[in-house]
Structures are given as structure tokens and as C-alpha cells.
């Protein structure tokens, strides 16, 4: 339930921020059981496939994984802020309207993810994936989640 709450969320930001030759894409997924956070990401990119290209393993995405410092919430609310409200095309509302539209979905993540820690991922992909993306890894306890912020044209 609060996963969908935070994707209902997610996709009505992302469709403000559409634009006439570009369609914003920002979601929040469930990333696969397994024995480490790598695994659960290859996992996770060796699934994507294009119709013009069939999932490749995960090795060819060339996954990096750096921990972020300090909560997972300080840590990526700057990349929220930026993906929101500070792209060429976002809706430009004032500072305050911005800073609560943040809050509300960071205390709607932290009710998803709770006590957890935070990863950039970086990958270099073998197949079409966006035109410019940002991913963050989320992981407390057995449970991981990829926060995906990206567009394309």
C-alpha cells in the first residue's frame, strides 16, 4: 500500500514535469530477494530488456555501488528536489510549495522504508535505458528498493 501510495505520488510529479519532446519517468520498485545488495541490483538490471534488445546479464551493466553518508532521507532529499523542481522544464512554483511538496513525499518514503540506509548506483548500460537518469538504492534489513528518477526523449 504505501509503496503505490509513493508511485501515485512519483507519477503525478513526473507528469508535470513532462514536456513536448521528453516524458519524465520517477518510481519507486520492490528489487528482488537476495544474499547482498549487488546480487538484488544484477538481478534487477539483467531483467530490463527493449524491444529491440533482450536482457543482458548484469555484468554488462558495470554496476557501482557507493553508500551515501549519513540517513537515506538527507541524503537523497537534494536529489528530489532537483529531479521536482530544478530541470529546465519543471513547473516553477515558490520555494515554500517546493520544500512541502519534498517533505510530504520523504515522510511518505520514510514511512515505506523506515530506519534504512542509501546507495547511488551508477551503471553503464547495455541497452537503451533513459536519456539521463539518477538511481538510488534503499536497503534496511531484507528489503531493498531502487528510487529511479529519469527522462527520455
Not at 92 to 110: C, G, H, P, Y
Amino acid at each position: 500500500m504505501l509503496l503505490e501510495e509513493c508511485n501515485a505520488f512519483l507519477e503525478g510529479l513526473a507528469l508535470l514535469n513532462d514536456g513536448v519532446n521528453h516524458s519524465s519517468s520517477y518510481v519507486i520498485e520492490s528489487l528482488p530477494s537476495a544474499a547482498s545488495l549487488a546480487e538484488s541490483l544484477g538481478l534487477h538490471f539483467s531483467s530490463i530488456s527493449t524491444s529491440n534488445s533482450p536482457p543482458q546479464p548484469a555484468e554488462s551493466w558495470q554496476i557501482r555501488i557507493a553508500q551515501l553518508p549519513g540517513n537515506w532521507d538527507d541524503s537523497i532529499a537534494g536529489l528530489v528536489r532537483r529531479w521536482l523542481f530544478q530541470q529546465d522544464f519543471s513547473p516553477q512554483i515558490e520555494d515554500w510549495k517546493q520544500q512541502n511538496v519534498v517533505q510530504t513525499l520523504l515522510s511518505r518514503m520514510k514511512a515505506l522504508f523506515g530506519c534504512a540506509s542509501a546507495f547511488k548506483i551508477e551503471v553503464s548500460p547495455p541497452l537503451w535505458y533513459e536519456c539521463v537518469w539518477e538511481d538510488v538504492a534503499i536497503e534496511t534489513g531484507n528489503n531493498r528498493w531502487l528510487v529511479h528518477f529519469g527522462f527520455s526523449d
